[in-house]
């Protein structure tokens, strides 16, 4: 098939050249007055007689040529060839503008166009195919600058505010590594002074508690990815740290990251959103339901009489209803029911022998 198109393109050719050509051709060798020779159809016909014969030599170079290339430009990143083409226009239009200015000059203008063809054509190729990568860099930065821009705009900047329980119960870094705490990080200075005055404590406790909640901070603000900022303000008029961290989150529109129980029962009856990390521990814990064995080793009674108490690994308190004599032994319990509040998840059981003997 081709090589058909290829035989096409050469009489076409032939014939165009002939009815140009011929005739000058003629004049030269002064047989331009034989009417039969001096006609377009004639000259025509000659030049594609000639051109075709001219096919069994040179289809074969013509047809191994054209398949190169197409094997060649198969090759080339679809980016590259984009990119080349749009500079050899943009280059081509620049010698259309260039030649055209210099039409006013006959000299000039018989040569002009070609050479600036030429020129720039090459010159805009070679600009477009070498500087793809830039190119694409600055369409594909301003879309996703653009996109970043928009985000911005529609996703609210939350503010996660630490109060000193949560700074000091030191899980809170563990969760900031995880990920699974987005956006802002705020520390509030009065915060930051209850921390110090407590780590300052004579008494030993208090004092290690204090210089542990100091070195979580220490590490959320150098080892971990998180932005941590350090709120300046304080509230003069409110004296209670636990109300100054509400106050705080409502004019900041934040969220306030703890896990005292009455904090966050103050938070939630003044409409302030409250992240417990006890909420989250308890969340994460194996889901125990009524009827379910497990074995427990009942290590103290109760507050009530006969029972024991019992500990999962996570820290669950397992009330052992009937328990009592079983203190220092491990034996198989039924669960009764689970209490699940923010303080913590309880779970009341009683012995299976006891279930096996009624």
């Avoid at 928009?150 to 809170?172: H, N, W």
């Avoid at 308190?317 to 009937?322: N, S, T």
């Amino acid at each position: 098939m081709l090589k058909r198109i290829v035989q096409a393109c050469f009489l076409i050719t032939g014939v165009a050249l002939g009815i140009f050509l011929i005739p000058q051709l003629l004049s030269f060798v002064a047989l331009d007055g034989v009417s039969w020779l001096n006609n377009p159809y004639i000259s025509g016909v000659l030049g594609a007689i000639i051109f075709y014969l001219i096919t069994f030599w040179a289809v074969d170079y013509v047809v191994n040529f054209v398949r190169w290339t197409e094997e060649s430009l198969v090759k080339v990143p679809i980016t590259d060839i984009i990119f080349g083409s749009v500079g050899l226009v943009f280059g081509l239009v620049i010698a259309f503008l260039i030649g055209f200015a210099l039409s006013e000059f006959p000299i000039i203008n018989t040569v002009a166009p070609i050479v600036l063809t030429l020129l720039f054509g090459y010159l805009g190729f070679q600009v477009g195919f070498k500087k793809r990568d830039e190119l694409l860099t600055l369409f594909t930065s301003k879309k996703k600058k653009a996109a970043e821009e928009e985000t911005e705009k529609t996703a609210p900047k939350t503010l996660k505010i630490l109060d000193t329980s949560v700074i000091i119960d030191g899980r809170i870094a563990d969760i900031c590594q995880t990920g699974f705490l987005e956006g802002t990080i705020v520390i509030p200075q009065f915060v930051l002074e209850e921390l110090q005055h407590i780590a300052d404590s004579s008494d030993v406790l208090k004092r290690n508690r204090g210089r542990r909640g100091l070195d979580i901070l220490n590490r959320i603000q150098k080892e971990l990815s998180i932005k941590v900022e350090i709120y300046e303000g304080d509230f003069e008029e409110i004296q209670e740290v636990d109300s100054k961290l509400v106050k705080l989150a409502k004019i900041s529109n934040g969220v306030v990251v703890t896990n005292d129980f009455n904090l966050n029962k103050v938070c939630e009856l003044q409409q302030v959103a409250v992240l417990n990390i006890n909420d989250l521990a308890n969340a994460v814990k194996p889901v125990v339901l009524p009827g379910e064995e497990m074995k427990v080793q009942v290590i103290k009674d109760g507050k009530e009489q006969n029972q024991g108490i019992a500990y999962l690994d996570d820290g669950t308190m397992i009330v052992v209803e009937e328990g009592r004599n079983y203190i220092g032994k491990h034996i198989d319990v039924l669960v009764t029911s689970v209490l699940q509040t923010s303080a913590g998840r309880m779970i009341f059981a009683k012995p299976k022998l006891l279930e096996k003997a009624l």
